[in-house]
């Protein structure tokens, strides 16, 4: 991606922060959106008292907590903004094992948030379980809708001989991954623009994938999965990914699906889709019961829970 001067000072900035808290050992496990509205409502966290509630929490701070030089870098990249008296960071950083991720302040309003919470820890736990077993040597991999771009991080850093592609609609989903690839150091992962696999050519040997699988009144896009319940663009991923996998290639999808009377509506469609001896696959609740403040949304009214899902499809032959 060409970016334009002020562009890339904005980005150089906002890496050479990650770098800061890094190095300072700042650490920090993302919640539920649910769970970080009650934190926040506390009376004492109405204002930022360290690095974890600036950076972490998204609670408005003096200017006088942090350094004049972080401070400066926040200004540079663009990702400070006034609260009153005080100020905001309208960026996040998460970690995840020793990886340091940036993504988008708590709340999540904005039609271009790029979203990280528990989903993305459980989705890397299935990427890791499968590169921990499977035989198949990767060479061309790609994470679609990639978001803070953790998928295409843990691909990239376990097998540096593979040209991976990080791809998403939103430009600044691309502009996080490309400045989390950077504070990794991984020099073997692309960030490009595409719908799905639209823009992409050629079969992969591993496809991955966490999509939103909401329905969202204000149809964000790392939330809004389409359809009646939210399944749609899962299933447009494993159409998609049906047609693009190299022979042995593997796609790992994690999802979720709301249950109607116990009905798993996403299994079904899956079903249908991988019919015949081209594919095997597996598919299986990865958690029963996430998001259930979703169930008093528009929409939800017959939704018994909605569950976390794997589903890994491998082409034969």
């Known amino acids: 991606m060409l970016l334009d001067h002020n562009q890339a000072e904005a980005d150089a900035a906002l890496l050479q922060l990650g770098r800061r808290l890094r190095d300072d050992g700042y650490r920090f496990t ?13 009376h004492q966290a109405r204002r930022a008292g360290n690095l974890r509630d600036v950076f972490g929490w998204s609670r408005p701070f003096p ?31 998460s970690s995840l094992d020793d990886l340091l991720l940036v993504h988008s302040a708590w709340p999540t309003d904005s039609q271009d948030a790029v979203f990280f919470g528990p989903d993305s820890y ?4 299935v990427i890791h379980d499968h590169l921990q077993r499977s035989p198949k040597r ?7 809708g990639c978001g803070s771009g953790v998928g295409a991080l843990l691909i990239a850093r376990a097998a540096q001989h593979a040209q991976v592609s990080a791809v998403d609609i939103n430009p600044q989903a691309l502009r996080f991954t490309a400045i989390n690839a950077a504070l990794a150091g991984v020099a073997n992962l692309s960030v490009e623009p595409s719908d799905l696999l639209d823009g992409l050519s050629g079969t992969f040997d591993l496809i991955v994938a966490n999509p939103p699988y909401m329905l969202d009144a204000g149809r964000r896009a ?13 299933l447009r991923i494993v159409e998609q990914a049906r047609e693009r996998l190299a022979p042995g290639g593997t796609l790992l999808l994690y999802s979720g699906v709301a249950m109607v ?26 958690d029963p019961d996430v998001f259930g403040e979703q169930l008093l949304e528009p929409g939800y009214e017959q939704v018994e829970r909605i569950a976390a899902v794997a589903l890994t499809v491998t082409r034969n032959g």
């Open 122 to 125: 459980r989705f890397a736990q």
């Open 30 to 42: 993302c919640v539920t959106p649910a769970t970080h509205a009650r934190v926040n409502a506390r």
């Open 261 to 286: 009377e116990g009905r798993d509506a996403l299994l079904e469609a899956i079903r249908l889709r991988l019919a015949g001896p081209a594919f095997s696959w597996s598919y299986k609740e990865v």
């Open 63 to 93: 200017p006088e907590l942090i350094s004049a030089d972080e401070l400066q870098q926040l200004h540079t990249a663009g990702v400070l903004q006034a609260d009153g008296q005080l100020l905001r960071s309208t960026v996040r950083w």
């Open 138 to 144: 990767v060479q061309h991999a790609v994470d679609i």
């Open 222 to 234: 790392y939330r809004h999965g389409g359809g009646s319940l939210g399944a749609e663009l899962s």
